[in-house]
């Protein structure tokens, strides 16, 4: 069973910058896809970046630029750095993880088995 425990989120003034972890657990495995993805008050869930273990990165386009993730495989740990940010980055982030499998082109919520608790994040004008 993959568990993941996110960190990090809080609020910050527009232009700042975050930093969001997520460590995974209980996946002995070599392929899998894992991402982030985030979810504003009264809109869908949206994916913001994902890599996998090919090495594949993705990111929307609405963050590609600002936001940089990568992952510590010594740690089994994954992080999206967020640089430049707005206030219609607020929202609740949320980890996510699918094992087997590398990202597909367009990650979208079904495509992921395993998910964090989530991690708010408020940007401030």
């Known amino acids: 069973q993959v568990q993941l425990v996110e960190s990090g989120g809080g609020s910050v003034q527009a232009g700042g910058s975050l930093r969001l972890s997520c460590a995974a657990s209980g996946y002995t495995g070599s392929t899998y896809c894992m991402g982030w993805f985030r979810q504003a008050p009264g809109k869908e869930r949206e994916g913001v970046a994902h890599?996998?273990?090919?090495?594949?990165?993705s990111y929307a386009e609405s963050v590609n630029g600002r936001f940089t993730i990568s992952q510590d495989n010594a740690e089994n740990t994954l992080f999206l750095q967020m640089n430049s940010l707005r206030p219609e980055d607020t929202a609740m982030y949320y980890c996510?993880?699918?094992?087997?499998?590398?990202?597909?082109?367009?990650?979208?919520?079904?495509?992921?088995?395993?998910w964090g608790q989530g991690s708010q994040v408020t940007v401030s004008s």
């Open positions: 996510a993880a699918a094992v087997g499998w590398v990202c597909p082109f367009v990650p979208r919520p079904t495509d992921f088995a395993y």
């Open positions: 890599i996998d273990s090919d090495g594949n990165l």
